[in-house]
């Protein structure tokens, strides 16, 4: 900790503090609105901390491995939020929670990170090795694969729609076979630290530390986050599919947002993509599936069937990213086109 600067050193401090103050509020059941303010900027410290050590870590290892690391801390909050809503029942805002996720890293996270990357570039262009988004393509077009085969199939209401969980079940074994078998081989061939840096400031432990630490607790503030937004969302009317596509689905991927935001500003473009799109595939190809088997055990089941308009946006998602990620390079037009796909489905669920 002896190499962090003064304002990093008051800045950390800030943030546990203002975690503290945010776990008071929510059990110490405080008026909705200074609850959820102070669950907000909780949240946004902890992504601050998160993107300062995923930094850190990137001066070590190569964009591939930080970007998987600060992908799995930074995906916590929708685990938990998922699990918490099936528990309690409410698998609308678990199916919206994890498709909202992948949307908002998809067009939202990706397409403002595009944005700044391409801003930085002398040349306006954004450049980034392209195989982890033609291998985040290809994950997400399996999962989106299983899940238009079922929307089809209980459209239709063939014998197989009478048969949802198993396939679900078996749709999930086969995406964590295919994702394991992706990330393996991944991983180990992408060890070398960058060059062109000077190296990192933080030792390997502290680093880890905080970053454990900071995945951690946004997992439990993204919670906190929520039920202070609960009273809010009553008040205003706002359904259940906008609630989980949007308003969560943003609070749970702030870490993302602001690493990749962070990363992308400080020209580590490799790194920047490798941090959002991790994650899409992450959580298309590994925590989807995995909550579908894990659901068996809890009162309210999870499967990949979906309602059609989330059916759509996902293959469409898939589809799009692969047109604009798939040659290792982004226009800002093209960043701003992502943003805008993201806005017009959040219009959409406004009035699901």
Do not use: C
């Not at 992408?190 to 880890?208: F, M, Q």
């Not at 951690?216 to 009317?237: E, K, Q, R």
Request: proline share 4%.
């Amino acid at each position: 900790m002896s190499r962090l600067t003064s304002p990093e050193r008051i800045a950390l401090a800030l943030v546990v503090a203002l975690t503290a103050l945010a776990g008071a509020a929510n059990y110490g059941a405080w008026a909705p609105v200074p609850r959820f303010a102070l669950a907000t900027l909780a949240l946004a410290g902890l992504a601050w901390v998160v993107s300062f050590a995923t930094e850190q870590l990137g001066e070590r290892f190569g964009p591939g491995v930080t970007g998987m690391l600060q992908s799995t801390l930074g995906n916590l909050p929708e685990l938990f939020v998922v699990i918490f809503a099936l528990k309690a029942g409410e698998l609308v805002v678990a199916q919206t929670a994890i498709v909202g996720s992948i949307l908002a890293n998809a067009l939202l996270v990706l397409g403002l990170v595009i944005v700044i990357g391409a801003r930085r570039s002398p040349d306006g262009i954004m450049r980034f090795s392209s195989r982890l988004p033609r291998d985040t393509a290809t994950l997400l077009l399996l999962a989106v694969f299983i899940i238009v085969l079922l929307g089809l199939s209980l459209a239709a209401h063939d014998p197989a729609s009478h048969h949802v969980k198993v396939i679900s079940a078996v749709g999930a074994v086969s995406l964590l076979v295919v994702y394991l078998a992706w990330v393996i081989p991944y991983l180990r061939s992408d060890t070398a630290p960058p060059e062109g840096y000077g190296g990192p400031r933080l030792g390997l432990g502290v680093t880890l530390t905080l970053l454990f630490l900071a995945g951690g607790a946004s997992a439990f503030v993204s919670d906190w986050f929520v039920n202070g937004l609960a009273p809010a969302i009553a008040v205003l009317n706002i359904s259940q599919a906008f609630a989980g596509l949007v308003i969560v689905a943003i609070a749970g991927n702030a870490v993302e947002n602001v690493a990749g935001l962070v990363l992308a500003y400080k020209r580590r473009s490799d790194l920047a993509i490798s941090v959002v799109k991790n994650s899409v595939a992450q959580i298309a190809a590994f925590l989807f599936p995995l909550l579908v088997l894990v659901s068996f055990a809890l009162s309210t089941q999870l499967t990949f069937a979906l309602a059609p308009v989330y059916i759509g946006a996902l293959a469409l998602t898939a589809l799009t990213l692969s047109q604009v990620t798939g040659d290792g390079e982004a226009a800002e037009f093209e960043g701003w086109a992502l943003v805008a796909l993201y806005v017009i489905l959040a219009t959409f669920t406004l009035y699901e």
